[in-house]
C-alpha cells in the first residue's frame, strides 16, 4: 500500500549542499546509465513519469530526491559508465554519488541496478567494492528480465547471489524484475516498505 500512495518530488541535488536534510528511512537507486533506474522507479510507485525517463545514457545529472508518503525517501542516482557529457562533468557526478553514498546516515538500501542481459560489469563491481567497504547494506536488482529467457534469468540470478555470499554488505538474494511486465515489482515494494517508518512514528 505504500507504493500506491503520494509521491512527490523534493528537490534535485547537484552537490552535497543541495542534498535535504531529513530523518526519514532513504533508499537509493543506482545503476549503469541506461540501466532502467527511473522507469523502475516508475513501476514502483505506479505512476508514468515521476521520475524522466531516456533512451540518451547519463541523462539523470543530478541526486532527484521523492518523498513517498512523508513515510520514505527515494534517491534516483545519475547513471555511472557511459554518458554523453564532458569528462569533468561526469567525475563531478561521480564523486557526488560516491560521498552521498558512503556519508547518508539515513540511508537504509541502495538498489544496485544491473540489466539482466549483461550482467555485472567492472563499474558494477566497483561500486559494490565501495559499498562493501563502506558498510553501506545493499541490494542487486537485475531488470529488464523480460528481454531474455526464464532460464537466462534464473542463471544470471544464481552467478549474482554467488558472488555476494562473500560481500558483507551485500543483501543474499537478488530480485528480478521487469518495469515493461512488472515481473518482480510487489516483491521489491514488499522489501522497500519493511524498511519504512509508520507515519505515526515520525
Not at 552537490?15 to 546509465?33: H, K, Q, V
Not at 557526488?96 to 544491473?114: P, Q
Not at 552467478?159 to 543474499?172: H, I, Q, T
Request: hydrophobic letters at 40%.
Amino acid at each position: 500500500m505504500l507504493f500506491s500512495r503520494e509521491c512527490k518530488f523534493v528537490t534535485g541535488a547537484v552537490n552535497l549542499a543541495g542534498i535535504p536534510d531529513t530523518s526519514l528511512p532513504e533508499i537509493a537507486f543506482a545503476g549503469r546509465s541506461n540501466v532502467g533506474k527511473s522507469s523502475l522507479i516508475n513501476s514502483l510507485t505506479g505512476r508514468k513519469n515521476i521520475a524522466r525517463t531516456s533512451v540518451t545514457p547519463g541523462r539523470t545529472r543530478e541526486i532527484n530526491f521523492f518523498c513517498l508518503n512523508n513515510t520514505m525517501m527515494i534517491a534516483d542516482l545519475p547513471g555511472f559508465g557511459y554518458a554523453k557529457a564532458p569528462k569533468v562533468n561526469i567525475k563531478k557526478w561521480t564523486t557526488l554519488v560516491e560521498n552521498y553514498l558512503k556519508g547518508r546516515a539515513s540511508l537504509r538500501r541502495t538498489c544496485l541496478l544491473i540489466d539482466s542481459r549483461r550482467g555485472p560489469m567492472q563499474s558494477d563491481i566497483s561500486v559494490m567494492n565501495m559499498l562493501d567497504e563502506a558498510a553501506v547494506s545493499y541490494i542487486i536488482v537485475l531488470t529488464k528480465s523480460d528481454k531474455i529467457k526464464p532460464n537466462s534469468v534464473l542463471n544470471m540470478k544464481k552467478v549474482c547471489e554467488n558472488d555476494l555470499k562473500s560481500r558483507p554488505a551485500a543483501y543474499p538474494s537478488v530480485i528480478a524484475s521487469s518495469s515493461k511486465t512488472g515481473d518482480g515489482i510487489s516483491y521489491l515494494r514488499s522489501h522497500l516498505a519493511a524498511l519504512a517508518v509508520s507515519t505515526e512514528s515520525i
